[in-house]
C-alpha cells in the first residue's frame, strides 16, 4: 500500500510541475491555476496506477501463505454443470460452468446455501473427515510488513471432506 501512495505522490508533485512549465505565463488568478491542478490531478492517478502495478508485481515475488481454514460443516453436497449464455444485437455465447452447491447449517438452526465453482482450487477428499465440512483458505502475505509494500492477489483453495463411498464414480466415453 505504500508502494502506491509514494507512487500518486511523486506523480502529483511531477504533475504540477508540469503544469507550472507547460503554463506559457505566470498564474495570476484562481482560473489560471486550474490546468495547473488538473495537470497535477491526471499526472497523480497516473502514479497510483503505475504504483499498484508495480505493488503487484512486488506481491507475486514476495512470500505467500495460506490462512488458517474457515470450517463449514456440511449438510448436503452436489456438482452440478450448469449453462449460461448472452444474446446482443445478432449473436451470442453460450457457456457451461460448473458448481459445487451445498447447504451448511448457521448458528440459529437455520440452514445456508452456497456454491464454489469447480476449479482448479478445489479439492475433495472422500473418507478422510468423520464429519463432512469444507475448509476454505485464503492466501495472505507471510509478514505483516509486506502489506506495505506489496499487494497480493486475492486466492482461495478449498478442501471438500465427504464420508466414505458417498462419491459416484462414473466414466462416459463418447
Known amino acids: 500500500m505504500l508502494v502506491v501512495l509514494v507512487f500518486g505522490l511523486i506523480g502529483l508533485v511531477f504533475g504540477t510541475f508540469l503544469g507550472f512549465e507547460a503554463a506559457w505565463m505566470p498564474p495570476k488568478d484562481l482560473f489560471d491555476y486550474m490546468p495547473i491542478m488538473m495537470m497535477a490531478i491526471f499526472v497523480g492517478m497516473f502514479g497510483l496506477g503505475l504504483g499498484a502495478v508495480v505493488a503487484y508485481i512486488v506481491g507475486d515475488f514476495v512470500s505467500h501463505g495460506w490462512s488458517k481454514p474457515e470450517v463449514t460443516n456440511l449438510i448436503h453436497l452436489r456438482g452440478v454443470s450448469r449453462g449460461d449464455g448472452s444474446f446482443?444485437?445478432?449473436?451470442?455465447?453460450?457457456?457451461?460452468?460448473?458448481?459445487?452447491?451445498?447447504?451448511?447449517?448457521?448458528?440459529?438452526?437455520?440452514?445456508?446455501?452456497?456454491?464454489?465453482?469447480?476449479?482448479?482450487?478445489?479439492?475433495?477428499?472422500?473418507g478422510n473427515e468423520n464429519k463432512p465440512s469444507i475448509k476454505k483458505y485464503t492466501r495472505k502475505l507471510e509478514t505483516a510488513w509486506h502489506d506495505w509494500i506489496a499487494l497480493a492477489p486475492h486466492r482461495e483453495k478449498y478442501e471438500i471432506y465427504i464420508p466414505a463411498d458417498t462419491l459416484k464414480r462414473n466414466f462416459d466415453l463418447q
Open 88 to 126: 446482443f444485437l445478432g449473436t451470442g455465447v453460450i457457456q457451461s460452468n460448473e458448481y459445487y452447491f451445498y447447504y451448511t447449517e448457521v448458528g440459529n438452526g437455520g440452514i445456508r446455501p452456497g456454491k464454489i465453482p469447480v476449479r482448479d482450487n478445489v479439492t475433495l477428499f472422500e
